[in-house]
Structures are given as C-alpha cells and as structure tokens.
C-alpha cells in the first residue's frame, strides 16, 4: 500500500503534500532536509493507493490549482474550527 499525505507545519502554518507513507516518521523525527526546520508537523490529510505510480500521480495533482481548491473544501471544517459534530446546511 501506499500513501499520499498532507502536512501542516505547526510553527509557519505551511502545508505540504507528499507521497509514500514510509517517509511520514521521518518527516517527523526530523530527518528530511526540507521539512526539518518546519517541525512540529501534524498529519491533516491522507489517501492510500494500490501502487507507487497512483500515489505519485496523486500527489501532482494536490499540488495544482484544482487540487488546491478541492482540499480546501474537502478540509474546510479542519481550517476554520467547525466542531466536527455540526452538520452543514445546503
């Protein structure tokens, strides 16, 4: 299995997207150079795939225009506080 997964920084409120779930403990314990200064990390968003390409393909697409807007929505109730056991009118 494999994974694609959300970010959020705690100490600049940056999000980032990755791929491959074997690399969650190592963002967290410090050892991936691009993220070692961004921590404490908390785990927001995540996607398990059958294989690595699906994975990949996934996490391109996140880090587009309409990926962004689609977590942003899927996610909005995270960002803005809503306790989760409110139910949403349309």
């Keep these: 299995m494999h994974y694609t997964y ?5 100490q600049d409120k940056r999000r980032m997207y990755r ?3 074997t690399r969650i403990y190592e963002h967290a314990e410090g050892r991936v150079r ?3 200064y961004r921590r404490p990390l908390r785990l927001i968003y995540y996607e398990a795939c059958v294989s690595a390409n699906d994975a ?3 996490e391109r697409f996140l880090k587009t225009g309409q990926g962004k807007r689609y977590l942003r929505k899927r996610l909005a109730s995270f960002f803005s506080g809503i306790p989760e056991k409110k139910l949403e009118r349309h």
């Design 34 to 36: 691009s993220t070692a």
């Design 56 to 58: 990949f393909r996934r």
């Design 19 to 21: 791929w491959n779930g």
């Design 6 to 10: 959300g970010l959020l920084s705690q």
